[in-house]
């Protein structure tokens, strides 16, 4: 079955700590995306890549790195640059410049500062 | 300005009642989608419903409809015959056809199913 799947479904960090958290798809789909979702709130837009090779700041990119070397895998490290990174993480996936087409959300990642 | 309000951060349906979730957007784009999201709280974001801009008729998925007025750019979601499953945050967003590239994302609305 095609999909998205992050990992770890829970992550714990320490001051001063970098974390890398993972996503895979296995859809085909050329753009990806990473969101934060705060406790009670909406989505906000981190990073996002349309291609391999190339992404693009979303709102809140500070502390926060990527890469996408390969069309299947877009990884998120949240530096120790970010103050406040306890928050769940959600990964996306879609076909770019497309209306009519959704996301394709992973399951999550929870990330705690301890 | 916001691109897309959902007014109501919480509400309240009966078991077996119907319930209509608000969601208002602003675009100029004259070719954009409209989505509806259910988290429920284990985190993962459900797909719902989709409305194309220049679909004629309102959207249906089983007890869910969305009620499209274009003209006030509008995009409530019904739910009928509500169950105790549906007591999940919904969030409605909107994808531009210029752009394309992200989608935005209301604040969503909790909504409790009571017994």
């Known amino acids: 079955d095609g999909g998205i799947t992050q990992s770890p479904k829970y992550l714990f960090r320490k001051e001063g700590q970098n974390v890398t958290l993972s996503c895979e798809q296995n859809?085909?789909?050329?753009?990806m995306y990473w969101y934060r979702q705060d406790p009670g709130q909406g989505l906000r837009l981190i990073y996002y890549?349309?291609?391999?090779?190339?992404?693009q700041k979303g709102d809140i990119a500070e502390g926060y790195s990527v890469s996408r070397e390969k069309k299947e895998s877009f990884p998120l490290t949240v530096t120790s640059a970010q103050k406040n990174p306890t928050a769940f993480y959600l990964c996306?996936?879609?076909?770019?410049?497309?209306?009519?087409?959704?996301?394709?959300f992973g399951s999550g990642t929870r990330l705690t500062v301890v | 300005a916001q691109k897309i309000t959902q007014t109501q951060p919480g509400m309240f349906v009966q078991e077996k009642e119907a319930v209509t979730l608000d969601c208002t957007y602003d675009t100029s784009d004259p070719s954009y989608g409209l989505f509806w999201y259910k988290q429920p709280s284990s985190g993962e974001m459900i797909f719902l419903i989709y409305?194309?801009?220049?679909?004629?008729q309102n959207a249906t998925e089983g007890r869910y409809s969305l009620n499209f007025q274009k003209a006030r750019k509008s995009a409530n979601l019904v739910i009928s015959a509500s169950q105790l499953g549906d007591s999940a945050m919904y969030f409605c967003a909107m994808r531009e056809g210029g752009t394309g590239n992200q989608f935005y994302f209301g604040t969503g609305t909790s909504l409790t199913v009571i017994p």
């Open positions: 859809l085909n789909h050329d753009a």
């Open positions: 409305q194309g801009s220049y679909d004629q």
């Open positions: 890549s349309q291609i391999v090779n190339d992404f």
């Open positions: 996306a996936s879609s076909i770019p410049s497309n209306p009519a087409y959704g996301y394709t």
